[in-house]
């Protein structure tokens, strides 16, 4: 299995129990949809391992899993702080109003107002209101993901179109915040 073919379910952090369970903090918005797993991977040493599950408790967004093979404590030292995948298909069909960050990747933005921005580089979520990060031309363009900025996301065209606040993209684009010559 490749990366490109799974997403990101979380991360393993501690061993639990005496019968070898790990737990995994889940780093998804409904974690309820993965209580119940038949299979997990584990990225070791860059590659992804194939674990089945052969059971799992879910206590808010962290996951208890008894993996096959992994009997005690002291087998679950090599699978601790590691990434945990899933297949792609595993995701939840989402409407044309919400999206998968890792999905709009490389998607046109274009503003209701402005028209198109430029190409969708990341989901910055990490503050305190995530942020769709745009490389428009050698500019580098922020829009917040408020409440109604989302207007459709076009899976088929890989378009994705919103509505900034007024002026933003000017501001941006007049500012001069150029991105260095080699990042073109």
């Not at 070898?20 to 889940?26: A, C, H, L, S």
């Not at 993996?67 to 899933?86: A, E, F």
């Not at 503050?127 to 900025?149: C, D, N, R, T």
Request: aromatic share 8%; with cysteine; glycine share 8%.
């Amino acid at each position: 299995m490749n990366k490109s073919d799974c997403f990101l379910l979380g991360y393993t952090l501690r061993a639990s129990g005496v019968q070898g369970e790990i737990i995994i903090e889940m780093d998804v918005d409904d974690a309820g949809r993965y209580k119940k797993l038949d299979s997990i991977f584990i990225e070791l040493h860059g590659s992804l391992v194939p674990f089945f599950v052969k059971g799992t408790k879910l206590n808010g967004k962290s996951l208890t899993v008894k993996l096959d093979g992994i009997d005690k404590p002291d087998d679950t030292r090599d699978i601790m702080k590691c990434s945990v995948y899933l297949p792609l298909e595993k995701l939840a069909k989402l409407d044309d109003k919400t999206f998968y960050n890792h999905e709009i990747v490389g998607y046109e933005v274009i503003d209701e107002r402005f028209g198109v921005v430029g190409i969708a580089e990341e989901i910055l979520d990490r503050l305190m209101q995530p942020v769709i990060k745009i490389k428009s031309g050698k500019h580098e363009v922020m829009i917040p993901l408020s409440e109604g900025a989302i207007k459709k996301v076009d899976r088929a065209e890989k378009k994705l179109y919103v509505s900034s606040p007024e002026g933003l993209i000017e501001l941006y684009l007049t500012l001069g915040n150029d991105v260095p010559d080699d990042l073109d």
